[in-house]
């Protein structure tokens, strides 16, 4: 398996643009979640899903932030309209009631 | 209070030392404890997993949850340089992929000068 694939590997925007980052989980996977890292705050949740359903999207941090998860092989996440304290790594990690997660590579957007 | 406390280091230590890396935390409602090993630039990957209280080995890796005084720890023996890397714990009330998602820590950047 070729775990959970993250595109694009990076992303640099201007303010005010639409930014779309896009999530492969691992085959079998139920359950698929949205992170996002910074030095100051860590790894916070925005949203997970069970079987393609939103779960909990208590994490997601404004209006400006929207996900999807139209099957059970691919997920993204908007953002619209992008600002400068968006930029971060966001993490995708997929979970078949597993004792842990697996993450993907992550994207590293930066807005300018 | 943070719901999860750990140091951020660096912590430097030379190879074949014995490395101890620690977490506390305040929701006493955690009950499932994991470990994640994250190399530069690449995502978290699940280093130990366990539940309640007790202890956890795994070749040169022991993982030990205290939870009367909500700490656990994480200890490496024989250290070696390929360890260098940011370790995270993590922390959940359900199990594995369950209703909460992962309460992370901001993590501990640990480097094996060899």
């Known amino acids: 398996d070729a775990g959970v694939i993250q595109s694009p590997r990076h992303e640099v925007t201007e303010m005010g643009q639409e930014v779309t980052l896009r999530c492969k989980p691992i085959s079998g996977h139920d359950y698929l979640f949205w992170y996002r890292q910074t030095m100051m705050r860590g790894l916070e949740l925005l949203i997970y899903?069970?079987?393609?359903?939103?779960?909990?999207d208590s994490g997601m941090p404004e209006d400006r932030f929207s996900a999807k998860m139209p099957n059970a092989s691919f997920s993204t996440l908007k953002i619209q309209p992008s600002e400068p304290r968006d930029s971060a790594v966001y993490f995708c990690?997929?979970?078949?009631?597993?004792?842990?997660?697996?993450f993907g590579s992550g994207t590293r957007l930066t807005v300018v | 209070q943070k719901e999860v406390e750990q140091d951020p280091g660096p912590l430097s230590v030379p190879e074949g030392a014995i490395v101890s890396l620690n977490c506390t935390y305040s929701?006493?409602?955690?009950?499932?404890f994991m470990w994640y090993r994250q190399y530069s630039r690449k995502g978290p990957e699940l280093l130990m997993y366990t539940y309640s209280s007790g202890n956890k080995e795994d070749g040169r890796f022991t993982a030990q949850v205290d939870k009367s005084s909500k700490y656990i720890s994480l200890f490496i023996r024989d250290s070696q340089p390929s360890d260098s890397a940011t370790y995270l714990c993590?922390?959940?009330?359900?199990?594995?992929?369950?209703?909460?998602?992962?309460?992370f820590g901001k993590g501990t950047h640990l480097i094996i000068q060899p």
């Open positions: 929701n006493s409602a955690f009950q499932y």
């Open positions: 990690a997929s979970s078949f009631q597993a004792h842990g997660y697996t």
């Open positions: 899903f069970n079987n393609n359903v939103p779960i909990d």
């Open positions: 993590a922390m959940s009330v359900y199990s594995g992929g369950g209703a909460d998602g992962l309460t």
